[in-house]
């Protein structure tokens, strides 16, 4: 149980079927507490022939390389939170390419919706919730396993991750510019 009592007359709530799931409900005005999923953006940000990504500052997978990305806030669309969460992040200005995906969870409490984006000007640069920002090239990326004693919701996103990147672990795809060296910048 999330709530102990009603946010709109403060009664106590009790758990009981409403639209065949127990949920938080008040006997006195009818309110039910209902749990959604909470809309996050992210990334997959190319920057000068490589991919761009942050060292997570904080859970989940906290000390982790990830694109960009977090929570929309109210009064802005998906694509707007990305393009704010980039230049927040990674201290880039990006523009959409298009949409990478869309990933859930039954037992996690965000919605990922992805991007594929390129940059558009700043230069790298770690900013709120990143210890660091990394330009990898094709086949370069950081051997990353999944996290031995983390949560649901840190073995989901690692998962995501993994499969959102995936076109970069491998080579250049034939007739692509041969990978330089990997540069980092902290």
């Given at each position: 149980?999330?709530?102990?009592?009603?946010?709109?007359?403060?009664?106590?709530?009790?758990?009981?079927?409403?639209?065949?799931?127990?949920?938080?409900?008040?006997?006195?005005?009818?309110?039910?507490?209902?749990?959604?999923?909470?809309?996050?953006?992210?990334?997959?940000?190319?920057?000068?022939?490589?991919?761009?990504?942050?060292?997570?500052?904080?859970?989940?997978?906290?000390?982790?390389?990830?694109?960009?990305?977090?929570?929309?806030?109210?009064?802005?669309?998906?694509?707007?939170?990305?393009?704010?969460?980039?230049?927040?992040?990674?201290?880039?200005?990006?523009?959409?390419?298009?949409?990478?995906?869309?990933?859930?969870?039954?037992?996690?409490?965000?919605?990922?919706?992805?991007?594929?984006a390129?940059?558009?000007?700043?230069?790298?640069?770690?900013?709120?919730?990143?210890?660091?920002?990394?330009?990898?090239?094709?086949?370069?990326?950081?051997?990353?396993?999944?996290?031995?004693?983390?949560?649901?919701?840190d073995?989901?996103?690692?998962?995501?991750?993994?499969?959102?990147?995936a076109?970069?672990s491998?080579?250049?795809?034939?007739?692509?510019?041969?990978?330089?060296?990997?540069?980092?910048?902290?």
């Amino acid at each position: 149980m999330e709530f102990r009592y009603c946010p709109k007359c403060a009664a106590p709530l009790v758990v009981g079927p409403v639209g065949g799931k127990d949920r938080e409900q008040c006997r006195g005005c009818g309110f039910v507490a209902f749990h959604n999923p909470a809309p996050v953006g992210l990334a997959v940000i190319e920057h000068r022939e490589r991919l761009v990504l942050i060292r997570r500052a904080l859970d989940p997978l906290a000390g982790y390389w990830a694109p960009p990305g977090g929570y929309v806030e109210l009064g802005e669309s998906v694509p707007e939170a990305v393009v704010r969460e980039a230049r927040e992040e990674c201290g880039l200005d990006i523009a959409l390419d298009g949409l990478a995906g869309v990933h859930s969870h039954p037992e996690v409490r965000v919605v990922l919706i992805t991007f594929h984006a390129h940059s558009t000007g700043g230069e790298p640069l770690a900013g709120d919730d990143a210890t660091g920002v990394g330009l990898f090239a094709r086949g370069e990326l950081p051997l990353q396993p999944p996290p031995a004693a983390g949560t649901t919701t840190d073995r989901w996103l690692h998962a995501a991750i993994s499969e959102l990147l995936a076109p970069w672990s491998g080579a250049a795809p034939r007739g692509a510019p041969a990978p330089g060296s990997p540069g980092t910048t902290r």
